[in-house]
């Protein structure tokens, strides 16, 4: 599946499920797919809810401001990875490697991102694989 078709297939499923707020339903139907369908999904998902709610502008000045979209996309992503370590490492991947193309291009998208991170208990386990030998 390339990429423009995730896209379209990605907005004509989470908008409406958005919407009537269902994201527990496509998040089940997401876990169904296969490892490398959901990394390519979540990749999908974070390029087109950064598309659907940030702007490309970023305010220099100051201090970053707390934001309800950041905050809204976050919690969205968080439904979408919890309990899931593929797609954990896959988002720990994608901020470090840059393999989402459109989280270089937005700190919002990197904001919620990492904010949804922080949200995830399965998050340490990552960190601390392989264990430390002493």
Known sequence: MNSDRSDCVV??????????DSIDT???????TKAFEQRKYMSAIITFLVKQYFGSMVD????L?????????AKLITELVKDSDILLEHLVHSLIKS???????SLD???????????????????TYPPIRR
């Open 109 to 127: 998208a990197r904001r919620s991102v990492i904010a949804a991170m922080a949200q995830c208990e399965g998050l340490l386990r990552l960190w």
């Open 11 to 20: 907005q004509s499923m989470l908008l409406p499920m958005i919407d009537t």
């Open 99 to 105: 393999s989402i193309p459109i989280l270089e291009d």
């Open 60 to 63: 220099k000045d100051g201090p």
């Open 65 to 73: 401001k707390s934001s309800p979209r950041i905050s809204g996309v």
């Open 26 to 32: 496509f998040s089940q139907f997401f876990r169904t």
